[in-house]
């Protein structure tokens, strides 16, 4: 039987709530479990996954039945039920609305994995990358060119 030849690596990064420091020692394991676990449940590979206070990433070969967005929504989801109903840090836990995504190279998988697992060294020493690092690009408004009527 054939099948079709698909490897789509996709790096997530995103952020606690206001970037707060909420992914403390006591938080980020457990986290990392039920993320780790979701994404497998969801057909996903899980290549990388590391955290620093206010932020992590994520490095998964994703199916191509499911969405960068469905991805993303259900882990933030289960993970952020998980810490506020089982852990329940004070304050409460939340992770900010929005998310960076970049499909990454099967050429490059090794370097993004790498990098991933050393975030706190490359926070604590400042060899960030930052096109990695990105939560959000911010979108400019669309300006009317020269000339062109709107309306």
Known sequence: ???????????????????LPLLTPEI????HRVIA?????????????????????????VPSTLTVAKLVKQ?????SHFLNEVLRPDP??????????????????????AYIRRQKEHHQVG???????SVSEEVQPEQPEEGVNEG
């Open 1 to 19: 039987m054939r099948r079709d030849a698909l490897a789509l690596y996709i790096h997530l990064v995103w952020a606690t709530w206001d970037r």
């Open 28 to 31: 980020e394991r457990p986290v």
């Open 37 to 61: 676990s979701e994404a497998q449940k969801m057909g996903c590979v899980l290549l990388a996954l590391n955290s620093v206070p206010d932020h992590l990433h994520i490095l998964v070969r």
């Open 75 to 79: 882990l933030k989801g289960v993970s």
């Open 92 to 113: 409460p836990f939340k992770w900010q609305g929005f998310y960076g995504a970049s499909s990454v190279s099967h050429w490059d998988v090794e370097r993004i994995v």
């Open 127 to 133: 060899t960030l990358i930052p096109e990695l690092e």
